[in-house]
């Protein structure tokens, strides 16, 4: 092989390496995403049973029950409701009233079973999803607001 | 008084690095007074901007509530090493500590920059004041932390209880270490093309500063891996979060950075790589401050959203990438290619390391910013998560582990691969047999593990043959090749034990991911549980006084397969000042490297206490691993060799070059 062809070879062998990895991450970001959704947009489009997606919004009020390990609570956005089961230890400022997100699926008993739940890390959080949703049912309480801008300036 | 000190200090430094960066970038030929003034600069700018953290630190220290920052991040009863790490416990303070550190290493640069030709360090330090300069003025107009209350608040409201922890105390300070390091391979990258000085001792220079970055970095996302695994009473010590990825980018670029430099000083080749390589990995930093301080993620380390810091921290980052890039677009064309070599080379090698490092890097950037240019332009929400990031990056990384052993073994230019593959016989057959007992002991079962175990006894067994095989172990006498061994150079022993550190993580992980069990239940006091052949039996559950916070405590007699017994106190900690509660698991370590992981969660009505079990087998072998790297920097740091790096030009070129042509 002369200089030339060497140097094509390695250029050829680089491009083909590079192509093969944007093709796995691409082929992957089509397949591995979850969707997030509101229980009102669950309600308009509904999803297939088994199918994992994330549910936010707020969690009702005197809707939690704990039964040793499973606890059931409503997730809400003013409009609609979802039930979600989740059977491991809550997060540590998992309240009632306040924002959360879901990751699972829907069952065929047409409860939504939880594998993780999020809440917030401190005081202030409300999950971004949540906030976009509660806006756009007009849920958006402007004290909830006001109260969540002085604690972030903290 | 001494807070608006601290204040005025800061405001100087931010004239001072202005001075610095439009007098060394006008006049950085000039050579002499200029390079002079820039390196007293460099030097004064650290001064001040450590007076005002100091007295930053001590407001905190003092619980001077008329520091407004003090008053909503401190409180008078916490414990003294969490008034301190509340300093960088919130945005102004981390801020504060992003430029302290950025300006230590502008001065850094100047002290022990003395080989470096006057032009090439003022262009470097000139960089630096540009960025400090930035970042200084982003303190102080849209992030000031020395605002003052009128009248001070009797009591703080505590700094966010989740971050009252040790290893979050000294997690920010080494990571900003390795973030902020990267900005002087940027400098450097800039003012070589600047410059237009480019070559084998432009490596030299760079290599000292990128290993210390890299270290540090290894170090802090090491410590913040563990901090979320025995904090936040998960059980997880890597959820592929934002955040993380936002750590995880910049390391995998220096990574690929601190190996290209190696051929480019070597070899005098993939210099365009290399440059663009130190340019990407400090934008990766900068990217990575900006998802994490703009508030565009929701997590623990976006203290504040206020929109305003967001676009600012994003017209920086606009400028510095954008202006790097244009800068490198219109000289890079001008580089001469360097050494040629055959693609089974050390140099070969390398590349591909190279190749597989940033398609890795890739993949996590794209996983990570998809979701919020989706957002963006089309108002979807959807979440990129593990499932994306562990195929992804394992179908990456598989062909860069199995090359790495051969790597070290492989000479520079053109290489003998079936000699090689000879002298790596015997790190092979240990893999397998390793493999084998592992699965003998295990319990075969069928699934992907055997891959990640070959891989991760490949790579620790090659990082060792390298050393037996350099040494003459067994190919001369006894004692002369122990000789041998402990003379080698420290950037070979360096070399091996980052390699094996490596292995030994990816040992931890995948014993992790296909080993661990869990069970969640309830007990109720005197009840047991059961999991992985230990008996877990609920002993004693109370109220405790804390310091800023009441304990409920609970103790556990675990019992192994002897029969040995231990307690394991876990924790549920309400802070008072905020009323927020934090989960402090038991963790019990058996044979040094496994650990058992209790962590409770709310009792019923009943008084059953929910107890969520994790039995992780080797889990600590992922922490050793990173331990042994970031040994392996601190080893190559150390070498003189390294470290006096005296500018040799490439006089050989011509040499080479007529070689090289194989």
């Given at each position: 092989?002369?200089?030339?062809?060497?140097?094509?070879?390695?250029?050829?062998?680089?491009?083909?390496?590079?192509?093969?990895?944007?093709?796995?991450?691409?082929?992957?970001?089509?397949?591995?995403?979850?969707?997030?959704?509101?229980?009102?947009?669950?309600?308009?489009?509904?999803?297939?049973?088994?199918?994992?997606?994330?549910?936010?919004?707020?969690?009702?009020?005197?809707?939690?029950?704990?039964?040793?390990?499973?606890?059931?609570?409503?997730v809400?956005?003013?409009?609609?409701?979802?039930?979600?089961?989740?059977?491991?230890?809550?997060?540590?400022?998992?309240?009632?009233?306040?924002?959360?997100?879901?990751?699972?699926?829907?069952?065929?008993?047409?409860?939504?079973?939880?594998?993780?739940?999020?809440a917030?890390h401190?005081?202030?959080?409300?999950?971004?999803?949540?906030?976009?949703?509660?806006?756009?049912?007009?849920?958006?309480?402007?004290?909830?607001k006001?109260?969540?801008?002085?604690?972030?300036?903290? | 008084?001494?807070i608006?000190?601290?204040?005025?200090?800061l405001?100087?430094?931010?004239?001072i690095?202005?001075?610095?960066?439009?007098?060394?970038?006008?006049?950085?030929?000039?050579?002499?007074?200029?390079?002079?003034?820039?390196?007293?600069?460099?030097i004064?700018?650290?001064?001040?901007?450590?007076i005002?953290?100091?007295?930053?630190?001590?407001?905190?220290?003092?619980?001077?509530?008329?520091?407004?920052?003090?008053?909503?991040?401190?409180?008078?009863?916490?414990?003294?090493?969490?008034?301190?790490s509340?300093?960088?416990?919130n945005?102004?303070?981390?801020?504060?500590?992003?430029?302290?550190?950025?300006?230590?290493?502008?001065?850094?640069?100047?002290?022990?920059?003395?080989?470096?030709?006057?032009?090439?360090?003022?262009?470097?330090?000139?960089?630096?004041?540009?960025?400090?300069?930035?970042?200084?003025?982003?303190?102080?107009?849209?992030?000031?932390?020395?605002?003052?209350?009128?009248?001070?608040?009797?009591?703080?409201?505590?700094?966010?209880?989740?971050?009252?922890?040790?290893?979050l105390?000294?997690?920010?300070?080494?990571?900003?270490?390795?973030?902020?390091?990267f900005?002087?391979?940027?400098?450097?990258?800039?003012a070589?093309?600047?410059?237009?000085?480019?070559?084998?001792?432009?490596?030299?220079?760079?290599?000292?500063?990128?290993?210390?970055?890299?270290?540090?970095?290894?170090?802090?996302?090491?410590?913040?891996?563990?901090?979320?695994?025995?904090?936040?009473?998960?059980?997880?010590?890597?959820?592929?979060?934002?955040?993380?990825?936002?750590?995880?980018?910049?390391?995998?670029?220096?990574?690929?950075?601190?190996?290209?430099?190696?051929?480019?000083?070597k070899?005098?080749?993939?210099?365009?790589w290399?440059?663009?390589?130190?340019?990407?990995?400090?934008?990766?930093?900068?990217?990575?401050?900006?998802?994490?301080r703009?508030?565009?993620?929701?997590?623990?380390?976006?203290?504040?959203?206020?929109?305003?810091?967001?676009?600012?921290?994003?017209?920086?980052?606009?400028?510095?990438?954008?202006g790097?890039?244009?800068?490198?677009?219109?000289?890079?064309?001008?580089l001469?290619?360097?050494?040629?070599?055959?693609?089974?080379?050390?140099?070969?090698?390398?590349?591909?390391?190279?190749?597989?490092?940033?398609?890795?890097?890739?993949?996590?950037?794209?996983?990570?910013?998809?979701?919020?240019?989706?957002?963006?332009?089309?108002?979807?929400?959807?979440?990129?998560?593990?499932?994306?990031?562990?195929?992804?990056?394992?179908?990456?990384?598989?062909?860069?582990?199995?090359?790495?052993?051969?790597?070290?073994?492989?000479?520079?230019?053109?290489?003998?691969?079936?000699?090689i593959t000879?002298?790596?016989?015997?790190?092979?057959?240990?893999t397998?047999?390793?493999?084998?007992?592992?699965?003998?002991?295990?319990?075969?079962?069928?699934?992907?593990?055997?891959?990640?175990?070959?891989?991760?006894?490949?790579?620790?067994?090659?990082?060792?043959?390298?050393l037996?095989?350099?040494?003459?172990?067994?190919?001369?006498?006894?004692?002369?090749?122990?000789?041998?061994?402990?003379?080698?150079?420290?950037?070979?022993?360096?070399?091996?034990?980052?390699?094996?550190?490596?292995?030994?993580?990816?040992?931890?992980?995948?014993?992790?991911?296909?080993?661990?069990?869990?069970n969640?239940?309830?007990?109720?006091?005197?009840?047991?549980?059961?999991?992985?052949?230990?008996?877990?039996?609920?002993?004693?559950?109370?109220?405790?006084?804390?310091?800023?916070?009441?304990?409920?405590?609970?103790?556990?007699?675990?019992?192994?397969?002897?029969?040995?017994?231990?307690?394991?106190?876990?924790?549920?900690?309400?802070?008072?000042?905020?009323?927020?509660?934090?989960?402090?698991?038991?963790?019990?370590?058996?044979?040094?490297?496994?650990?058992?992981?209790?962590a409770?969660?709310?009792?019923?009505?009943?008084?059953?206490?929910?107890?969520?079990?994790?039995?992780k087998?080797?889990?600590?072998?992922?922490?050793?691993?990173?331990?042994?790297?970031?040994?392996?920097?601190?080893?190559?740091?150390?070498?003189?060799?390294?470290?006096?790096?005296?500018?040799?030009?490439?006089?050989?070129?011509?040499?080479?070059?007529?070689?090289?042509a194989?």
């Amino acid at each position: 092989m002369t200089r030339k062809q060497k140097r094509l070879a390695v250029i050829a062998g680089l491009g083909l390496a590079i192509v093969l990895a944007a093709t796995i991450i691409f082929t992957a970001l089509s397949s591995k995403i979850t969707f997030f959704y509101s229980p009102s947009e669950l309600k308009e489009n509904p999803v297939a049973i088994g199918q994992d997606f994330r549910i936010g919004g707020l969690v009702k009020e005197d809707s939690w029950v704990k039964d040793g390990k499973i606890n059931t609570f409503v997730v809400t956005d003013g409009e609609s409701d979802t039930k979600v089961v989740y059977q491991q230890i809550l997060p540590d400022l998992f309240r009632e009233g306040q924002g959360v997100i879901a990751e699972g699926a829907l069952t065929q008993e047409g409860y939504f079973a939880a594998t993780n739940v999020l809440a917030k890390h401190d005081e202030n959080y409300l999950p971004k999803e949540v906030v976009a949703t509660l806006k756009e049912r007009g849920e958006w309480e402007p004290e909830t607001k006001e109260e969540n801008g002085e604690g972030s300036a903290n | 008084m001494y807070i608006e000190i601290g204040h005025f200090a800061l405001i100087l430094a931010f004239g001072i690095s202005i001075a610095q960066a439009v007098l060394g970038l006008t006049f950085w030929r000039s050579g002499g007074h200029i390079a002079g003034y820039v390196k007293q600069a460099a030097i004064l700018q650290f001064v001040l901007v450590a007076i005002s953290f100091g007295v930053l630190i001590i407001a905190f220290t003092t619980s001077d509530f008329s520091l407004s920052l003090a008053a909503q991040h401190s409180h008078s009863l916490q414990p003294m090493i969490y008034k301190i790490s509340s300093v960088w416990g919130n945005h102004e303070g981390s801020i504060l500590l992003w430029v302290l550190i950025l300006v230590l290493f502008g001065a850094a640069v100047a002290v022990f920059g003395r080989n470096i030709p006057n032009d090439l360090r003022t262009l470097v330090l000139s960089v630096q004041g540009v960025l400090s300069a930035s970042f200084i003025g982003f303190s102080i107009f849209t992030s000031n932390a020395f605002t003052r209350l009128d009248p001070a608040p009797f009591e703080g409201r505590d700094l966010n209880p989740i971050l009252q922890d040790v290893g979050l105390a000294i997690h920010p300070p080494l990571l900003y270490i390795g973030y902020v390091g990267f900005s002087v391979c940027f400098s450097f990258a800039i003012a070589a093309l600047i410059s237009g000085r480019i070559d084998a001792a432009w490596a030299r220079w760079v290599r000292p500063w990128t290993v210390a970055s890299w270290t540090f970095l290894t170090l802090g996302i090491a410590m913040g891996s563990y901090w979320a695994y025995y904090e936040l009473g998960w059980g997880g010590w890597w959820f592929w979060d934002p955040v993380e990825n936002a750590s995880f980018m910049p390391w995998l670029a220096g990574t690929a950075l601190m190996h290209s430099a190696i051929v480019m000083e070597k070899r005098s080749a993939l210099k365009i790589w290399t440059i663009f390589l130190a340019i990407m990995t400090f934008s990766l930093s900068l990217l990575g401050a900006f998802l994490v301080r703009s508030g565009i993620l929701t997590s623990v380390h976006a203290f504040a959203s206020d929109p305003e810091r967001g676009l600012v921290l994003l017209a920086l980052l606009g400028v510095f990438i954008g202006g790097a890039f244009i800068l490198f677009a219109m000289r890079a064309s001008s580089l001469r290619a360097g050494g040629l070599f055959a693609p089974i080379s050390r140099e070969g090698a390398l590349v591909l390391n190279n190749l597989f490092l940033a398609s890795a890097t890739a993949a996590v950037l794209i996983g990570t910013l998809y979701p919020l240019v989706l957002d963006a332009l089309t108002g979807a929400r959807i979440s990129v998560g593990a499932p994306f990031f562990d195929l992804t990056f394992s179908i990456l990384m598989i062909p860069l582990l199995i090359i790495l052993p051969f790597g070290p073994f492989l000479s520079w230019k053109r290489a003998d691969l079936i000699a090689i593959t000879q002298r790596l016989a015997g790190a092979a057959a240990l893999t397998i047999l390793a493999t084998i007992v592992v699965f003998i002991l295990r319990g075969a079962t069928i699934s992907l593990a055997p891959i990640g175990f070959l891989l991760g006894f490949w790579v620790s067994f090659g990082a060792i043959a390298d050393l037996v095989y350099r040494a003459k172990i067994g190919r001369s006498p006894f004692i002369k090749s122990i000789r041998k061994l402990f003379s080698l150079p420290k950037s070979i022993w360096a070399t091996a034990l980052a390699h094996f550190g490596m292995g030994i993580c990816v040992l931890g992980i995948v014993s992790v991911s296909v080993g661990e069990s869990e069970n969640i239940t309830t007990l109720k006091l005197g009840q047991s549980a059961e999991l992985a052949g230990y008996s877990i039996e609920f002993v004693k559950a109370e109220e405790l006084p804390g310091p800023n916070y009441k304990i409920a405590h609970f103790e556990f007699v675990v019992s192994d397969k002897k029969g040995n017994e231990r307690l394991a106190v876990s924790e549920k900690r309400i802070y008072v000042a905020s009323s927020m509660p934090t989960t402090e698991a038991g963790i019990l370590t058996y044979g040094g490297l496994s650990q058992l992981y209790i962590a409770v969660g709310d009792a019923d009505k009943d008084g059953n206490q929910v107890v969520r079990i994790w039995h992780k087998p080797y889990i600590l072998l992922i922490w050793y691993g990173t331990i042994f790297m970031a040994l392996a920097g601190f080893l190559s740091l150390s070498d003189r060799k390294l470290r006096i790096g005296a500018p040799k030009k490439a006089k050989t070129k011509n040499i080479l070059k007529s070689k090289g042509a194989t």
